[in-house]
C-alpha cells in the first residue's frame, strides 16, 4: 500500500499556522461565552454551575462540556487568572486570546486523530478517496470560519464524532462507537439530532441477530444499555442527586426561541420566510388578508420571533413532526439493511431533516450534514452530484456569521480555495456509479454553483457600496435562500441516491 | 559543494531518459527505487498528489490563494509604529505620503515638514502613493486628510493599507517571480511539477512576507521591478531589463545593491563576443529615457507650479541641509526656468541619499555594526568613514562584477545579483536590516534552477533565509510580530526540510548521498544552533544593566560573520560556475606547453572553444526536453 500524501500530520501543520495567525481575528460574542465558562467552572462549585447568572452568557451545553470547561481553566489559571473571574465581563486581555484560541487549536487534534483512524480503517480499495475526504473535512472552511474566527469547539466534537461513526465500522468495535456517541451527546446536546440514526443501528446491528430481526442478543443490549446508562448517570447523576435537573434541561432547551434564528439558516422555513417577504409585496395586489400585527417584525429585519404575514404562522409541534416524519423515513431503510454505508446515509439524513424542518435551527448546524456526507461523497459519482451543491450553500450559508472587513478575504478566499481543489479532487475520484445518474442534477449543480460568484460579490461589497447601510437584511434574506435552495436540492438528491442504491 | 561544483553537467539529468518522470531535481523525490518513492521534504508532499498531469493551470490559482491568505493573515497582526505616538513607523511614513502627494502641488512634495516623515523615496513611489491616496479617499477622505491625519488608526484604514500592499505585489512582485520561475525551468530544463514546487518555497519566504505585510512597506513592488528586469535579461530583452531596471531605482534607491551586477551584465552583453555597438548604444539611451519618463511628471509638474507662482516651502535650514543645492544655486537665476527644475532634482537627490546619516542606522548586520561593537567607529568624521566604506563596498563587488562582465551568461545571473547584495549589505554606508531583502532574493530564486531543490541548494538557501530573518528579529519584536515571526519562518523551514524542525538536510541517508561537506554541514548545524540559543537566551535571561542591547548586538555579530559566509558562498559558486577556474588551469597548462614547446605554434585561441563549451548544456537540456514532450 502506498503512503498517501500529504499525511494527517502534514496537513495539520500547515493549517495550524494558518490558524495561529488568526490569534487576532474578529471573534464573536461566543469567545466571551467560552470565557464566562472558564470562570463559571473554576470559581464555583459543580451545584452552582447552572444557576449562575451574572452573564447573560449563562452555561448552556451538557455537563460533559462543563467538565471541559473545568480541566481547561485548570491550566487557564496559570496563563491569566484574570480570564477566570466571574464578573470580569468582557475580558479578553491577549493571556486570555491566546490561551483560549490555543485551546481550539489544541483540541482540534482529536479531529486530526479521528481522520487519521478513518483513514486507517477504510478498505484499502478505497483509501485513497478516504484520504481525500479526510483532508478535505481537516481543512474544512467551515470549522475554520466557526472554530477559528467566529469562535466556538466544532472541530473537536466533530472529530469525537467522526471517531464514533468509524468505530461503528466493526462488530468489535460497534460497542465504543455507541460509548463516544453518548459522550458527545453529553458535551453538545445537538447531536441529539442524528441520535434516532445511531439508535436504530445499533438496534439492529448490534442488539438484534443480523440473520433476523426477531431474535435479541441480550448479552450485547446489556453491554450497550449499561454503557450507555453509565455515560448518561456521571454526566447528568449529580445533577439528578441534587433534584437540578428540571434547572439543567431548562438550560439546554430554551423553547422561547423563535422558529429562525436572527439570521436564517438556509433551510425550508427560510424558504418558507422568503415567500411571505414576496408575497407581502404581491399581496395587495391579489387580495390576500395581511396579518398587520406580524409587519413590525417584518421591518424590524430578521432578528426575534419570526412571525409571517401572509403565510400562516409555524408550530414547534408541526416542526417537530416534519423532522420527525422525514427521519422515520430513511431510519426504515436503515433498519432492514444495516451497513455501515446505509448508517451514515441515514446520519446525514437525520442531519438535514432536522436541520431543514427544525425549529430556531443556527446556520452551524449544517455541520452536521457536511461531515457525515463528507464520508459518502466519494462512493460513486450520484453521491458527488448531490454533495457538490451542499458543498457549496453550506459554506457559502456561513459567510454572514463573519462580517468584519478585514476577515472578508479570507472567509470568502478560504471557501473559494476550498472548492476549486476538493470539487477537482473529488471530481477526479469519485468512481463511475452503476446505476443511472439522476437526470437534471448535474446540470442544476453547474448552474448553481456558477450563481455563488455574483451573490458573494453582491451581498459583501455592491450591496453596500450601492444602499450603503440601507435593507442590511436584504443580502442576508439572499444568501439564506439561495443556500436554502442548494440544501434542499442537495436533499432531494441524496435522498434519490440513498434510497435507489 | 565541490562534487557538485562543476555545475549544469550535473550526473543527475543524465539518469533521466531512465526514470519515469523528467527531474533534474531528483532529490525531491529521493529514493530512486522506483517503486518506493517518497517525498523529499513536506512542502513536496502537498504536491504529490498533482505529480502526474495536473497542469499548472489548476495548481497556479491555488498557490496564489494560499501564499495570499499567508500574507492577509499575517497582515492581521502589528504593524510598524503601531500606537507609538508621536512619530509612529513605517507604516505611518507610507500613510503620510499618500496625504500629502493627493493633498499637496507636486513641487512641493519633497519639501513639505521634513521633520515629519518627508518624503525620502524616489518619485515612482510618490506616484505610487498619490494613486493610493486617491483611492483611500474614495472610501473615506477622513484617513488622508491634510495634517488632520497624522497618526489616524482606524481599523478600515489598516484593512486597506494592508490591502494595497497586497494588491501592490500581486501586480509586480508574484507575476514577475511566476515568470522568471518559468523561464528559468524552460531554460534550465527543470519539469513544470518541480517548478510550481519551487515557486512555492519561493513566495513563501518569510524575510519578504514579515516585512512587507507585517512590519508594513512595498518592498515586494521594487523586488518585483527587478525580478521583471532579471526576466527580461532572461530572455535577451537588454532593452526592456533597462526599463524595469530604472523602474525599480525609480521605486526604491535600495536596487542600487544590484545596480552594479546589471550593469556589468549588460556592458558585458554589449562587449562579448562580439562588440555590439548598436545594443550599446540604445541600452545607454534607453535607461536615459525611462529616467526621464519617470521624473517628467515630478519636473513638468513643478514647473506648471512656478509658472502658476507656487513654489516649494524652503525655509533657510532646508537649503542649508541640502548642499547639493546650495553649491549650484551661485550659478542659477532665480528667475530662470532651471531654477525650479534643478531645486526639485537636488532635493530629491538630497532626500533620496541622505549621505548626512550615520554609517549604520539601528543595529544591522554588516560589517560596520559588527566592528563597531568592538572598537568604536563614530569618533571618526563621516567622510572618512564614507569614503572608507565605498572603498571596502568596491572591493566586494568587484569579482562579482568582473566575472559577469567577462562571462555574460544568464545562468550566473542570479548568483551575480547576490553577491553584490551581499557585497553592498554587508560594506556600504546607511545599511537598514530590512535591505537583508535585497541578497535574499536572488538566492531564494536559484530554488527554481537547475538542482534547486536538491539538498545541498536548499540547505544554503534555506540557511541564508532562516538567518536573514533571524537578524530581523528585534526590528519585528517592536512591532509585536514575535507571533506571525515564529510562525512564518518555522513553516517554511517545515515546508523545506530545515533545521528547526527537521534535520534531513544534514544527517541521515540522505544527507551523506548529497556529497556535501562536513565542513559545510558543521557550520550551518552551527549557526543554526546559535540561532536558537539566541532565542531561548532573548526569550528568558534579562539584559546585564549596563548593557541593554547586548542580545541584539550577539544578533548582528552572529548574523554578520553568518552573511559574510552567504557572500562567500555566492561568489564563489559564481567563480566555479563561470567557469574562470578551469580557464585559468587550461590558460596555465597551455604556458607550461608552451614553455616546453617553445616556438611552436598555439593551436587554438584562447576564450572562444571553452565559451562553446560552456553554452551547450542548456541548449541540450531545452532540446532533450522538447523532445520528451513531443
Given at each position: 500500500m502506498a503512503e498517501l500524501y500529504p499525511s494527517i500530520a502534514q496537513t495539520a501543520v500547515v493549517v495550524t499556522a494558518l490558524k495561529i495567525l488568526l490569534f487576532p481575528a474578529y471573534k464573536s460574542t461566543d469567545f466571551e461565552v467560552h470565557r464566562n465558562w472558564l470562570a463559571i467552572t473554576h470559581s464555583l462549585p459543580v451545584k452552582s454551575w447552572y444557576y449562575e447568572e451574572t452573564s447573560a452568557w449563562t452555561l448552556d451545553y451538557p455537563p460533559?462540556?462543563?467538565?471541559?470547561?473545568?480541566?481547561?481553566?485548570?491550566?487557564?489559571?496559570?496563563?491569566?487568572?484574570?480570564?477566570?473571574?466571574?464578573?470580569?465581563?468582557?475580558?479578553?486581555?491577549?493571556?486570555?486570546?491566546?490561551?483560549?484560541?490555543?485551546?481550539?487549536?489544541?483540541?482540534?487534534?482529536?479531529?486530526?486523530?479521528?481522520?487519521?483512524?478513518?483513514?486507517?480503517?477504510?478498505?484499502?480499495?478505497?483509501?485513497?478517496?478516504?484520504?481525500?475526504?479526510?483532508?478535505?473535512?481537516?481543512?474544512?472552511?467551515?470549522?475554520?470560519?466557526?472554530?477559528?474566527?467566529?469562535?466556538?469547539?466544532?472541530?473537536?466534537?466533530?472529530?469525537?464524532?467522526?471517531?464514533?461513526?468509524?468505530?461503528?465500522?466493526?462488530?468489535?468495535?460497534?460497542?465504543?462507537?455507541?460509548?463516544?456517541?453518548?459522550?458527545?451527546?453529553?458535551?453538545?446536546?445537538?447531536?441529539?439530532?442524528?441520535?434516532?440514526?445511531?439508535?436504530?443501528?445499533?438496534?439492529?446491528?448490534?442488539?438484534?441477530?443480523?440473520?433476523?430481526?426477531?431474535?435479541?442478543?441480550?448479552?450485547?443490549?446489556?453491554?450497550?444499555?449499561?454503557?450507555?446508562?453509565?455515560?448518561?448517570?456521571?454526566?447528568?447523576?449529580?445533577?439528578?442527586?441534587?433534584?437540578?435537573?428540571?434547572?439543567?434541561?431548562?438550560?439546554?432547551?430554551?423553547?422561547?426561541?423563535?422558529?429562525?434564528?436572527?439570521?436564517?439558516?438556509?433551510?425550508?422555513?427560510?424558504?418558507?420566510?422568503?415567500?411571505?417577504?414576496?408575497?407581502?409585496?404581491?399581496?395587495?395586489?391579489?387580495?390576500?388578508?395581511?396579518?398587520?400585527?406580524?409587519?413590525?417584525?417584518?421591518?424590524?429585519?430578521?432578528?426575534?420571533?419570526?412571525?409571517?404575514?401572509?403565510?400562516?404562522?409555524?408550530?414547534?409541534?408541526?416542526?417537530?413532526?416534519?423532522?420527525?416524519?422525514?427521519?422515520?423515513?430513511?431510519?426504515?431503510?436503515?433498519?432492514?439493511?444495516?451497513?455501515?454505508?446505509?448508517?451514515?446515509?441515514?446520519?446525514?439524513?437525520?442531519?438535514?431533516?432536522?436541520?431543514?424542518?427544525?425549529?430556531?435551527?443556527?446556520?452551524?448546524?449544517?455541520?452536521?450534514?457536511?461531515?457525515?456526507?463528507?464520508?459518502?461523497?466519494?462512493?460513486?459519482?450520484?453521491?458527488?452530484?448531490?454533495?457538490?451543491?451542499?458543498?457549496?450553500?453550506?459554506?457559502?450559508?456561513?459567510?454572514?456569521?463573519?462580517?468584519?472587513?478585514?476577515?472578508?478575504?479570507?472567509?470568502?478566499?478560504?471557501?473559494?480555495?476550498?472548492?476549486?481543489?476538493?470539487?477537482?479532487?473529488?471530481?477526479?475520484?469519485?468512481?463511475?456509479?452503476?446505476?443511472?445518474?439522476?437526470?437534471?442534477?448535474?446540470?442544476?449543480?453547474?448552474?448553481?454553483?456558477?450563481?455563488?460568484?455574483?451573490?458573494?460579490?453582491?451581498?459583501?461589497?455592491?450591496?453596500?457600496?450601492?444602499?450603503?447601510?440601507?435593507?442590511?437584511?436584504?443580502?442576508?434574506?439572499?444568501?439564506?435562500?439561495?443556500?436554502?435552495?442548494?440544501?434542499?436540492?442537495s436533499w432531494i438528491g441524496f435522498s434519490i441516491v440513498y434510497f435507489t442504491s | 559543494m565541490s562534487s557538485s561544483g562543476t555545475p549544469h553537467k550535473s550526473r543527475k539529468k543524465k539518469k533521466d531518459p531512465s526514470q519515469t518522470m523528467n527531474t533534474s531535481n531528483e532529490v525531491s523525490l529521493s529514493e530512486s527505487k522506483a517503486s518506493a518513492q517518497t517525498p523529499g521534504f513536506p512542502l513536496v508532499a502537498f504536491f504529490w498528489p498533482a505529480r502526474k498531469s495536473t497542469s499548472q493551470w489548476v495548481i497556479l490559482p491555488l498557490v496564489l490563494i494560499i501564499v495570499g491568505l499567508f500574507r492577509w493573515c499575517t497582515g492581521l497582526w502589528g504593524y510598524s509604529g503601531f500606537q507609538t505616538p508621536p512619530m509612529h513607523g513605517d507604516y505611518e511614513a507610507q500613510r503620510h505620503w499618500m496625504e500629502i502627494t493627493t493633498h499637496l502641488p507636486i513641487c512641493q512634495w519633497y519639501f513639505y515638514d521634513l521633520q515629519y516623515w518627508g518624503l525620502d523615496y524616489p518619485p515612482l513611489t510618490a506616484y505610487h502613493s498619490w494613486l493610493l491616496g486617491k483611492i483611500g479617499s474614495l472610501i473615506d477622505p477622513s484617513w488622508f486628510a491634510l495634517d488632520a491625519s497624522r497618526g489616524v488608526e482606524q481599523p478600515l484604514l489598516k484593512v486597506y493599507m494592508r490591502a494595497t500592499v497586497v494588491v501592490s505585489e500581486y501586480f509586480s512582485y508574484i507575476p514577475a517571480i511566476i515568470i522568471l520561475n518559468r523561464k528559468l525551468a524552460h531554460i534550465r530544463g527543470v519539469n513544470e511539477w518541480e517548478s510550481s514546487i519551487a515557486l512555492v518555497a519561493i513566495l513563501m519566504q518569510p524575510a519578504t512576507i514579515l516585512v512587507d505585510h507585517g512590519h508594513f512597506q512595498y518592498n515586494t513592488v521594487m523586488l518585483g521591478f527587478v525580478l521583471a528586469s532579471v526576466s527580461c535579461m532572461f530572455s535577451d530583452h537588454p532593452i526592456w531589463a533597462c526599463v524595469f531596471f530604472v523602474s525599480a531605482l525609480c521605486y526604491k534607491q535600495m536596487a542600487l545593491y544590484y545596480a552594479p551586477a546589471v550593469f556589468a551584465y549588460l556592458l558585458g552583453v554589449c562587449l562579448l563576443p562580439n562588440l555590439h555597438l548598436g545594443r550599446f548604444i540604445a541600452i545607454a539611451l534607453v535607461t536615459l529615457a525611462s529616467f526621464a519618463l519617470i521624473f517628467a511628471p515630478m519636473l513638468l509638474g513643478s514647473l506648471y507650479d512656478a509658472h502658476r507662482g507656487i513654489s516649494p516651502p524652503l525655509s533657510i535650514t532646508d537649503r542649508e541641509a541640502n548642499p547639493l543645492f546650495a553649491t549650484i544655486l551661485p550659478y542659477i537665476d532665480a528667475q530662470s526656468l532651471l531654477y525650479p527644475l534643478t531645486l526639485q532634482l537636488t532635493q530629491i537627490v538630497h532626500r533620496v541619499f541622505p549621505f548626512a546619516r550615520g554609517l549604520f542606522e539601528d543595529k544591522v548586520a554588516n560589517i560596520w555594526c559588527a566592528i563597531h561593537t568592538l572598537h568604536k567607529l563614530h569618533e571618526y568624521p563621516i567622510p572618512l568613514l564614507q569614503r572608507v566604506s565605498s572603498f571596502a563596498t568596491l572591493i566586494a563587488i568587484l569579482p562579482a562584477g568582473?566575472?559577469?562582465?567577462?562571462?555574460?551568461?544568464?545562468?550566473?545571473?542570479?548568483?551575480?545579483?547576490?553577491?553584490?547584495?551581499?557585497?553592498?549589505?554587508?560594506?556600504?554606508?546607511?545599511?537598514?536590516?530590512?535591505?537583508?531583502?535585497?541578497?535574499?532574493?536572488?538566492?531564494?530564486?536559484?530554488?527554481?534552477?537547475?538542482?534547486?531543490?536538491?539538498?545541498?541548494?536548499?540547505?544554503?538557501?534555506?540557511?541564508?533565509?532562516?538567518?536573514?530573518?533571524?537578524?530581523?528579529?528585534?526590528?519585528?519584536?517592536?512591532?509585536?510580530?514575535?507571533?506571525?515571526?515564529?510562525?512564518?519562518?518555522?513553516?517554511?523551514?517545515?515546508?523545506?526540510?530545515?533545521?528547526?524542525?527537521?534535520?534531513?538536510?544534514?544527517?541521515?541517508?540522505?544527507?551523506?548521498?548529497?556529497?556535501?561537506?562536513?565542513?559545510?554541514?558543521?557550520?550551518?548545524?552551527?549557526?543554526?544552533?546559535?540561532?536558537?540559543?539566541?532565542?531561548?537566551?532573548?526569550?528568558?535571561?534579562?539584559?546585564?544593566?549596563?548593557?541593554?542591547?547586548?542580545?541584539?548586538?550577539?544578533?548582528?555579530?552572529?548574523?554578520?560573520?553568518?552573511?559574510?559566509?552567504?557572500?562567500?558562498?555566492?561568489?564563489?559558486?559564481?567563480?566555479?560556475?563561470?567557469?574562470?577556474?578551469?580557464?585559468?588551469?587550461?590558460?596555465?597548462?597551455?604556458?607550461?606547453?608552451?614553455?616546453?614547446?617553445?616556438?611552436?605554434?598555439?593551436?587554438?585561441?584562447?576564450?572562444?572553444?571553452?565559451?562553446?563549451?560552456?553554452?551547450?548544456?542548456?541548449?541540450?537540456?531545452?532540446g532533450a526536453k522538447m523532445a520528451k514532450k513531443s
Open positions: 460533559f462540556f462543563a467538565y471541559f470547561e473545568w480541566l481547561l481553566s485548570q491550566a487557564a489559571r496559570y496563563v491569566d487568572p484574570g480570564m477566570l473571574k466571574i464578573h470580569n465581563l468582557g475580558y479578553e486581555s491577549w493571556q486570555t486570546v491566546f490561551y483560549q484560541r490555543s485551546t481550539v487549536i489544541a483540541a482540534d487534534l482529536v479531529l486530526a486523530y479521528a481522520l487519521y483512524r478513518y483513514i486507517q480503517s477504510s478498505p484499502p480499495s478505497s483509501q485513497k478517496s478516504s484520504h481525500a475526504v479526510a483532508i478535505s473535512i481537516l481543512l474544512s472552511p467551515a470549522l475554520l470560519i466557526i472554530d477559528h474566527i467566529h469562535f466556538q469547539y466544532n472541530g473537536f466534537l466533530y472529530g469525537i464524532l467522526i471517531l464514533s461513526l468509524n468505530y461503528a465500522r466493526k462488530q468489535s468495535t460497534m460497542l465504543l462507537g455507541g460509548l463516544l456517541f453518548a459522550v458527545l451527546l453529553c458535551m453538545k446536546h445537538i447531536y441529539l439530532y442524528l441520535a434516532p440514526a445511531y439508535f436504530v443501528y445499533l438496534l439492529r446491528a448490534h442488539c438484534l441477530s443480523q440473520r433476523s430481526m426477531f431474535r435479541i442478543r441480550f448479552g450485547n443490549s446489556v453491554k450497550l444499555g449499561s454503557i450507555i446508562l453509565a455515560v448518561f448517570g456521571a454526566a447528568f447523576g449529580p445533577f439528578w442527586y441534587w433534584g437540578q435537573i428540571e434547572q439543567v434541561l431548562r438550560r439546554l432547551f430554551p423553547f422561547s426561541r423563535g422558529l429562525c434564528h436572527a439570521y436564517w439558516a438556509p433551510n425550508v422555513w427560510a424558504l418558507y420566510s422568503f415567500t411571505d417577504r414576496v408575497l407581502l409585496l404581491v399581496a395587495p395586489r391579489i387580495g390576500l388578508p395581511i396579518d398587520q400585527s406580524a409587519l413590525n417584525s417584518v421591518t424590524r429585519g430578521l432578528i426575534g420571533d419570526t412571525s409571517f404575514a401572509v403565510l400562516p404562522n409555524v408550530d414547534p409541534r408541526l416542526t417537530f413532526a416534519l423532522t420527525l416524519s422525514f427521519q422515520t423515513l430513511c431510519l426504515l431503510k436503515l433498519f432492514f439493511e444495516p451497513t455501515w454505508e446505509t448508517f451514515i446515509g441515514a446520519v446525514t439524513l437525520c442531519g438535514y431533516a432536522s436541520f431543514l424542518f427544525g425549529w430556531h435551527v443556527h446556520e452551524k448546524a449544517i455541520l452536521l450534514v457536511i461531515i457525515p456526507f463528507s464520508l459518502l461523497a466519494l462512493k460513486d459519482r450520484r453521491f458527488l452530484g448531490a454533495f457538490r451543491p451542499l458543498a457549496v450553500a453550506g459554506h457559502v450559508s456561513l459567510f454572514p456569521l463573519i462580517f468584519t472587513a478585514a476577515e472578508y478575504p479570507v472567509k470568502t478566499v478560504y471557501t473559494i480555495f476550498w472548492l476549486i481543489l476538493f470539487l477537482q479532487v473529488f471530481d477526479r475520484l469519485a468512481p463511475v456509479s452503476s446505476r443511472p445518474r439522476v437526470f437534471l442534477l448535474d446540470r442544476f449543480s453547474l448552474l448553481y454553483i456558477a450563481i455563488s460568484i455574483p451573490l458573494i460579490l453582491y451581498c459583501s461589497p455592491i450591496h453596500e457600496l450601492v444602499f450603503g447601510k440601507k435593507y442590511e437584511f436584504v443580502p442576508l434574506m439572499f444568501i439564506s435562500s439561495y443556500s436554502a435552495v442548494g440544501v434542499v436540492g | 568582473m566575472i559577469i562582465s567577462l562571462f555574460p551568461r544568464k545562468e550566473l545571473l542570479p548568483w551575480t545579483l547576490a553577491s553584490t547584495a551581499w557585497g553592498f549589505f554587508l560594506c556600504s554606508f546607511q545599511v537598514h536590516e530590512k535591505s537583508v531583502l535585497l541578497p535574499l532574493l536572488p538566492m531564494t530564486i536559484l530554488l527554481g534552477g537547475d538542482g534547486g531543490l536538491s539538498v545541498e541548494m536548499r540547505a544554503w538557501v534555506g540557511w541564508a533565509n532562516m538567518l536573514g530573518v533571524w537578524t530581523m528579529f528585534p526590528l519585528l519584536k517592536r512591532d509585536e510580530l514575535r507571533v506571525p515571526y515564529y510562525v512564518i519562518s518555522l513553516l517554511w523551514a517545515y515546508l523545506l526540510g530545515l533545521p528547526p524542525t527537521s534535520l534531513d538536510l544534514y544527517i541521515g541517508k540522505r544527507a551523506a548521498r548529497s556529497g556535501m561537506r562536513l565542513s559545510t554541514q558543521l557550520l550551518h548545524l552551527t549557526f543554526y544552533a546559535a540561532m536558537a540559543t539566541w532565542h531561548l537566551i532573548e526569550a528568558f535571561v534579562p539584559t546585564p544593566k549596563a548593557k541593554p542591547d547586548l542580545w541584539v548586538v550577539l544578533n548582528v555579530i552572529v548574523g554578520c560573520a553568518g552573511f559574510g559566509i552567504c557572500y562567500l558562498w555566492c561568489t564563489w559558486q559564481l567563480i566555479l560556475r563561470s567557469g574562470v577556474m578551469e580557464e585559468w588551469f587550461d590558460f596555465r597548462a597551455q604556458m607550461q606547453e608552451k614553455e616546453v614547446k617553445a616556438g611552436k605554434e598555439e593551436k587554438k585561441p584562447l576564450l572562444p572553444p571553452t565559451k562553446g563549451k560552456r553554452a551547450t548544456p542548456p541548449r541540450d537540456a531545452k
